[in-house]
């Protein structure tokens, strides 16, 4: 699937790192509160992960795909956006409840 | 999903164009990995429009086709309504149902599955996870028995794909109805995993152009097959890591929960369970009047199917959970996307209702002064 050139050349560290701050910044612009958060740990811990070396590669891989995805499925939940959640707003209202 | 709500538009039964092929391919992709997260083979997935159909499918269908010489059908009690009324039409055409109870954590007992059995038996239902209380049925000694006594056995896997390890062939499994919305694919899919080997067969409930083998005839719906089928990639994928975070959070919520009140009850093995539902009861309060002050907590008591009626749950029934206990449970439910902070925030609001209701509730009141509620006489003799 990959073209011969990037088969061929390593991934280098700087590559890796500009991919996950890429994937975190992409994950930011979700407009839902929950797929915000996941997408956040989900990369942290992706990339946190021990990983052999001969897989870096497939996953440097898997992570610019997972990148395409990001973006696109945020920039069409920012077209949809539902109402914001309770757990989002600032100061957020005390554990109230229901009326008397 | 998206490429085939718009431009690739194709009939993925049209043989003669290109259209048709490439939404013929997709489909295909999305059954292979429908198939390969529960080890089965491509050719066994037949896409339904839901778990719902698939559970109709194999218990009207089996019992449909070996209807001369097969006349009864062994299922538990704790069943979806989608099995349990599918088994009443059954009995209605004169098949004899055995509704097996469950011991007090929500499992059947295999030996009981055992001695149900009769030399007529077509079929034996049991979901492989609860979607009241979450527990975990015996599958791998239920599907052992099964094979071993040559009767067919069917589970609703519907809260369990993509959750608990699935292996349709270790278990003995031989038919599994399947869910896409369950597993964060899209609502209104589904699938039912039908053996080949060796070969189960059932009468189909819907009639037509002959596709998914003759099983399930209707145009396939592209952009949703596709969607199940990338649920269950991702299910296949993050199924060890959605593990580990489901569980530290259900760990969290039981921990918040009971380090701060008493009397909260568990329903349901505690042992044989899947971490993201958990349902507990609090004694001495109304269970609808926590529900309606925790309605910023998307929860429920019972399901979705049954929550519009006021009936305590008929599955904490069959547990032999206390009727006043039963009306105080609520399901919580945790998945992949769910925060530490929001089980924070329903702990914290769940505690405040509670101490609130019991505060004001002169059956906690005498609970606590060690009265047994059961023995008072709350009508007068004139």
């Known amino acids: 699937m990959s073209s011969p050139s990037t088969a061929a050349a390593a991934v280098s560290r700087t590559d890796i790192v500009r991919l996950y701050r890429a994937l975190l910044t992409a994950g930011r612009g979700f407009a839902d509160y929950n797929f915000r958060a996941h997408a956040r740990r989900r990369v942290v811990e992706t990339f946190r992960e021990e990983r052999d070396p001969g897989s870096v590669a497939e996953a440097y891989a898997f992570g610019v795909n997972q990148l395409g995805v990001v973006r696109r499925q945020a920039t069409i939940s920012r077209m949809y956006e539902a109402a914001p959640l309770v757990i989002e707003s600032p100061g957020r209202p005390p554990a109230g409840g229901a009326p008397q | ?382």
């Open chain 2, 1 to 382: 999903m998206l490429p085939h709500l718009t431009a690739q538009y194709g009939n993925p039964h049209s043989r003669t164009h290109a259209y048709g092929w490439e939404s013929e391919a997709a489909v295909e992709v999305a059954r292979a990995q429908v198939a390969a997260l529960i080890g089965a083979d491509a050719k066994e997935i037949v896409f339904t429009s839901g778990a719902t159909e698939a559970n109709n499918m194999a218990v009207k269908g089996v019992a449909a086709f070996y209807a001369s010489k097969k006349r009864h059908v062994v299922t538990t009690q704790t069943e979806h309504k989608c099995v349990l009324d599918s088994c009443r039409q059954l009995e209605a055409r004169g098949v004899d149902v055995t509704y097996l109870p469950v011991a007090k954590d929500g499992l059947v007992s295999v030996d009981a599955v055992a001695d149900a059995l009769r030399p007529d038996t077509a079929l034996v239902s049991v979901m492989a996870v609860n979607n009241e209380i979450g527990v975990v049925q015996p599958l791998a000694e239920l599907g052992a028995l099964c094979r071993a006594r040559s009767v067919f056995f069917h589970t609703d896997g519907a809260q369990a794909l993509g959750k608990i390890p699935l292996d349709v062939g270790a278990l003995n499994i031989d038919l599994m109805s399947l869910s896409a919305h369950k597993i964060y694919g899209p609502k209104g899919v589904g699938a039912l995993y039908v053996r080949r080997r060796p070969r189960v067969r059932l009468e189909p409930l819907i009639h037509g152009g002959g596709q998914e083998r003759g099983l399930r005839s209707g145009t396939l719906p592209p952009a949703l097959a596709v969607g199940f089928g990338a649920a269950c990639a991702v299910a296949a994928r993050d199924m060890g890591a959605d593990e580990a975070w489901i569980g530290r959070l259900a760990a969290r919520l039981l921990d918040g929960l009971t380090s701060q009140i008493e009397q909260v009850f568990i329903n349901g093995s505690t042992s044989d369970r899947y971490a993201g539902n958990l349902n507990v009861s609090f004694a001495g309060i109304e269970g609808e009047s926590l529900l309606m002050a925790l309605k910023d907590v998307a929860v429920s008591s019972g399901s979705a199917c049954t929550s519009a009626s006021l009936e305590p749950s008929y599955v904490l029934r069959a547990l032999g959970v206390d009727e006043e206990l039963a009306h105080t449970s609520i399901r919580f439910g945790l998945g992949r996307f769910t925060t530490e902070a929001e089980v924070d925030y329903a702990v914290e609001l769940a505690v405040k209702h509670v101490k609130r209701l019991r505060d004001m509730s002169p059956l906690w009141e005498m609970m606590q002064e060690g009265v047994d509620i059961k023995s008072i006489q709350w009508s007068q003799e004139h």
